[in-house]
């Protein structure tokens, strides 16, 4: 079957990321009514603003559950903060609390974690911890923002739900203990695997992707700003990156982890089994920069076949 994907383009970030969701309203309706709903956003690093997810995306996605019945709405996101919510200050989300009726959490502050397993670069299990919060959710909305990557050539919706990982055990999806330990043909094999490993943990079960100024070049924090004026959004989130890949100018099936995705079935990243509604994707392509390491993220094919869990 067709997954579906609402495409947007404009000229209002918070109206584009509205009027995506509006087209699939039908179908998410349930996911969200009666449902304590988590808005979880890239706070990637709160002082390079356009790697984050910006306050008006996430308006867009406010605007849009005013017309439910949410339980209850809550911001959540593994921040690095030296104090408490310093990221969300930043960032303009602590104004949302008010604007919107909701509340802000930071995974990190709590004390409640559930166990998880990702693979280091020796292909041995290893344990982290993940956001019992996040986990446990019946509605968690991944708030994402369209990048250019390090090694896994893009970012989008998937990806933000490392999120969920207590802060220490985020470089582990690389396959190391170490930000110093890192080496990118050995991340360009194992971080697909993770991404595979997350999704099957803790799925986003709505996916939005704010495309209205996006990050190319040496993203996913030290890229440049990129006009894309589009918002994405769907129920498969790999569908949603794939559509997002193609719109940045990239083929789906030529990235490891919407490769794997779609052969793990966890979704469609074959445009040919997606329905795009909305705008038409030739219509929006704009083609990023890749990462100055695009040709030996390209080598993640020496690496098949895998073993995933």
Not at 50 to 58: E, F, G, W
Not at 64 to 74: A, G, N
Not at 219 to 238: H, T
Request: charged share 25%.
């Amino acid at each position: 079957m067709k997954s579906k994907v609402a495409l947007v383009k404009g000229d209002n970030r918070q109206d584009n990321i509205r009027k995506a969701l509006d087209l699939i309203k039908d179908d998410i309706t349930s996911k969200i009514d009666g449902q304590d709903v988590i808005l979880k956003p890239n706070c990637l690093s709160s002082s390079v603003p356009l790697s984050c997810t910006n306050v008006d995306a996430l308006r867009g996605v406010l605007d849009f559950l005013s017309q439910l019945s949410p339980e209850s709405i809550t911001i959540a996101e593994t921040c690095r903060d030296s104090e408490p919510f310093e990221s969300y200050k930043r960032l303009g989300y602590d104004a949302l609390v008010n604007e919107y009726n909701l509340s802000l959490a930071n995974p990190a502050d709590d004390d409640k974690w559930i166990d998880g397993y990702l693979l280091s670069k020796n292909y041995e299990e290893v344990k982290v911890k993940l956001s019992k919060r996040l986990s446990e959710s019946k509605c968690r909305i991944s708030v994402a923002v369209a990048k250019t990557h390090d090694t896994v050539i893009i970012t989008g919706a998937w990806k933000n739900m490392m999120g969920a990982l207590a802060l220490e055990d985020k470089v582990k999806m690389h396959g190391v203990n170490s930000h110093s330990d890192r080496v990118l043909i050995s991340e360009v094999e194992i971080l697909p695997q993770n991404l595979i490993r997350i999704a099957k943990m803790i799925p986003p079960h709505i996916s939005v992707i704010d495309g209205y100024i996006g990050m190319e070049g040496n993203g996913p924090v030290r890229g440049d700003e990129k006009y894309l004026g589009i918002a994405i959004a769907s129920e498969d989130f790999v569908s949603a990156d794939a559509v997002c890949a193609k719109a940045m100018g990239f083929e789906p099936l030529e990235i490891g982890y919407l490769f794997y995705g779609d052969q793990q079935k966890l979704g469609n990243a074959n445009l040919e089994n997606i329905e795009i509604i909305g705008d038409k994707i030739d219509d929006v392509i704009t083609r990023f920069v890749p990462h100055s390491s695009y040709e030996t993220q390209m080598r993640w094919k020496e690496f098949m076949p895998l073993s995933f869990a």
